[in-house]
């Protein structure tokens, strides 16, 4: 069990206040329980945002208080729980101090860039009788939450294919543009499609065995220039996954596709039929088969009148706020856990060594 002092309120420390950073704030600032107490980041124009945006909070506390370091905000006493929104690279050196301070972590994902650094960090998740849970808040989009949903009350039968799209815009700019470098990031199906991974395992209820995948860096990215080093991060890529009892999953995934109608789109077929979740129109889609036929399906817009908050990611990290706020005072299990984002983190490692090799890759060999 988790174990957890009753509080009223929990207070947050933000570590990293880049964009995302700014994204957990926003959301904590709309969430009943939570307020924003504490802020690091070694950018000082980020924490010049970080804390403009805790300000803005109608609960904010007088003094809300700012490092330059993590350790700092750790040893403050001024938080009960922490998020890690800092780059990729970062991540483990944060959770190795966060995991033995007194504190629950919710840390964004991807949950590390390398498989070892993944498992080191089950390891010290396990010996703390705080939450740690992995921001792979796709899980709580309304027509993913749904779809999920759906799959779990046998709608299709047992799982035999699940397909996901995205078809999206090239990364963003970041600070100093740590996210234009495999080394840094993990790699594009590590950093962006971990997501995917985990809602994958999720619907398979199973850990995967093989990767296969192709891909490349075609489009964008190539005219920028960092000190004589070209960016290296792919920008498309198909994956298959292949699970226990002869099943599978695939990722289509472009970055110069933006130029669409949706971002994101995912299904789940098995014996019984098919459901589709369509992002961002917020559509589900359920065909069983002996009723409906092609073309002929039920169709729903999905909406969650929780949600306090959209933001960035339509209204999923308000949820997985409700939901970590929920575990850290011990009304929930972890629902997503540090497991959960060391084998999102695997398949994308997998992937990544199987467009640079050429082969099928076990995943026994990453893990």
Known sequence: MVETKPSDVIRYGIVGTGMMGLEHIHNVNHIPGG?????????ERSRAAGLD????????PDDIGVFSHHGELLESGLVDAVVIASPNFTHRSV?????????????????CTTVADCW???????????????????????????????????????????????????????????????????????????????LMNTVMGDRPLRVMASG???????????????????????????????RRAHLDLCMFAEATHNQEEMSVVGPAGKVEALMPTSLLKIGRRGEHFVGDVEIEEVHDDNIAYEGLH??????????????????RPIEVTVEDGL????IGVAAQRSIDEGHVVDLADVL
Request: one cysteine or more; proline letters at 6%; hydrophobic letters at 40%.
């Open 216 to 246: 490349g860096q075609d489009v964008n990215h190539l005219d920028e220039d960092y000190g004589g080093r070209v960016p290296d991060i792919l920008d498309n890529a198909y994956v298959i996954v292949e699970y226990p009892r002869d």
């Open 53 to 60: 945006a805790a300000t803005q909070a109608p609960d904010a």
């Open 314 to 331: 339509h209204g999923s990290s308000y949820l997985e706020h409700v939901n970590f706020l929920a575990t850290c005072r011990g009304e």
């Open 343 to 346: 084998y999102s983190v695997a």
């Open 95 to 111: 959770l190795d101090d966060a995991l033995t301070a007194d504190v629950h972590t919710l840390i964004e994902k991807p949950l």
């Open 120 to 198: 080191a960090v089950v390891e010290l998740a396990a010996r703390t009788s705080k939450v740690t849970q992995v921001g792979l808040e796709y899980r709580y989009m309304p027509p993913v939450a749904r779809l999920l949903a759906e799959v779990r009350a046998g709608t299709v039968g047992e799982p035999r294919m699940v397909a996901i799209r995205e078809h999206r815009f090239p990364f963003l700019p970041k600070v100093d543009d740590w996210n234009r470098f495999n080394t840094k990031t993990g790699g594009t199906l590590v950093e962006k499609c971990c997501h995917f991974f985990d």
């Open 35 to 43: 307020v924003v107490t504490a802020i690091s980041d070694p950018n």
